[in-house]
């Protein structure tokens, strides 16, 4: 066994992993980074990526289809599933690609391929080969996909999204199990390119949505396009058939039973971060009575250990943007410990490619106090841009604090809301009021526009006199 000693001690060389690696190296401290699966981060290999990639092909499939109302005709359109995975796996590659690349460039003595399990609270094993001695820790090693126990049956016939974009071709039909962020994205895909996608789920969620108002909107838009049950009771879920295939029969709340036969079965319910095989209760950290550790998410740091967490494996925000920045906060802070900085967080922003969009930012409804909050609203059914470009679908609601109207958070559904949601996310971080939003310019004619709708109607349910024409 190969003992080796460093200032900071990186596990995970995903996108939180390679962030803290930059701040020990800035702060010139001596690291190293332990990757025990495939480097090229779970974003560009199996996540955001590729999973974008596929909503392209998806949606061009999409408005190929949907020139009518436009007086275009398209006689036939022929989804060649080869030729949309092939691009997805050839676009994918170049971006993992730059990824490889760049740890390639890193020094070879310093990243090491194998497991970490924390032997004590300064020492980690890399499978047998190797002893690390730390002087500080940043733990980011990610999440996985989460089966839920009624799925065992077809454990083996799952697709995550680990397989899903190894594909050779489209199946014909897939029983997708849940309605969240990344089945919508997925399924809502493969429906457009031709796939009979069923989505099931024995719960009522649909994306991330606790706006009554813009989920029952997004309820009724989506189950429009797509096969979506949710609050069912799962009867049967077996394996069928020699290959991949699946069989469900389900019950719905209205007592309607289905008996179905899938070709593949894919599961998007979910991802918990990645604690197995850590051994973390012997590196002496705070961990809650499910065994995950307890971290500041202003330093990421477990108690008063110098040992950090970031990215999905810490659990705040399972999120691409969220991850660098945490990887960040607990590189510098593990390269300058005991000198721990706080760091404010980003405004929340979650987005999911769906079209139409979903985003929520800042304050969700769920963590509204609602008797000190003004809620302001938009329609897209009838917003002038949305109309012109057949994409008028969709509810988005603001919120602002009733006391100074200072704008907090929105749930969103509707066209683009990849965009105005960043809009939104940045005059929350610059902390303004419902007033100085107004007074800012909007373009004519934009979907951005709604929101100025939406900012209208939240203050004239105010009550309040404006502070400017706006
Ligand atoms: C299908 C899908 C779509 C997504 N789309 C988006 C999106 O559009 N926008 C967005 O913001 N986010 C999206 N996400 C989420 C985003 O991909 C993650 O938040 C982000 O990649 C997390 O980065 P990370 O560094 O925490 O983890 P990872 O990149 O997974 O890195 C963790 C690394 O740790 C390694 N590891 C684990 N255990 C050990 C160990 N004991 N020893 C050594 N190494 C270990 C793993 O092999 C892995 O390489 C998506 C996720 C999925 C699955």
Not at 34 to 63: F, Q, W, Y
Request: glycine share 10%; with cysteine; net charge negative.
């Amino acid at each position: 066994v190969q003992e080796r000693s460093t200032d900071v001690l990186i596990i995970g060389a995903g996108t939180a992993g390679l962030s803290a690696r930059k701040q020990a190296e800035r702060l010139g401290k001596s690291w190293i980074l332990v990757e025990s699966g495939p480097h090229g981060t779970t974003c560009a290999r199996v996540g955001c990526m590729p999973s974008k990639l596929l909503i392209a092909a998806a949606n061009a499939a999409h408005d190929a289809r949907r020139g009518a109302p436009f007086g275009i005709e398209v006689s036939e359109v022929r989804v060649d599933g080869r030729a949309v995975m092939q691009r997805v796996r050839a676009e994918r590659d170049r971006l993992v690609d730059f990824v490889l690349q760049d740890v390639e460039g890193l020094p070879a003595d310093s990243t090491i391929d194998g497991h970490a399990r924390f032997v004590d609270a300064q020492t980690v094993s890399v499978d047998d080969h190797t002893r690390i001695r730390f002087g500080s820790a940043v733990i980011a090693t990610g999440a996985s996909p989460w089966i839920p126990g009624d799925l065992e049956p077809i454990r083996d016939r799952l697709t995550t999204n680990e397989q899903i974009f190894e594909w050779e071709t489209l199946p014909q039909s897939v029983a997708l199990f849940g309605t969240g962020l990344i089945a919508l994205e997925l399924g809502q895909a493969l429906h457009r390119l031709g796939v009979r996608v069923v989505f099931l789920n024995p719960f009522d969620d649909l994306g991330p949505f606790s706006d009554p108002v813009v989920k029952d909107k997004a309820c009724g838009v989506l189950t429009e396009e797509l096969q979506i049950f949710r609050e069912v009771e799962y009867e049967t879920i077996e394996a069928h058939g020699d290959d991949a295939g699946v069989r469900v029969v389900w019950r719905c709340a209205d007592g309607t039973q289905h008996d179905e036969v899938f070709e593949r079965a894919v599961a998007g319910t979910g991802r918990r971060p990645n604690l197995d095989g850590l051994d973390l209760e012997r590196a002496d950290v705070p961990l809650d009575e499910d065994g995950r550790p307890i971290s500041d998410p202003t330093t990421m740091q477990l108690g008063d250990r110098p040992i950090f967490v970031a990215g999905d494996m810490a659990g705040h925000r399972p999120l691409l943007h969220e991850a660098s920045h945490e990887g960040r906060i607990a590189g510098k802070n593990a390269a300058q410990h005991p000198d721990v900085d706080a760091v404010s967080r980003f405004v929340p922003l979650a987005i999911a490619f769906t079209s139409p969009g979903i985003a929520i930012v800042g304050q969700a409804h769920r963590d509204l106090d609602l008797d000190d909050t003004i809620i302001g609203e938009v329609s897209y059914d009838d917003q002038g841009r949305a109309r012109i470009m057949g994409i008028n679908q969709g509810h988005v609601r603001i919120y602002a604090r009733r006391e100074d109207l200072t704008l907090i958070g929105a749930e969103m559904f509707g066209p683009r809301v990849e965009h105005t949601a960043h809009l939104l996310a940045w005059a929350i971080s610059c902390g303004l009021n419902v007033d100085q939003a107004l007074g800012l310019p909007f373009y004519h004619p934009v979907v951005e526009e709604g929101l100025r709708t939406a900012l209208r109607d939240l203050r004239n349910r105010s009550g309040q006199r404006p502070s400017s024409d706006a």
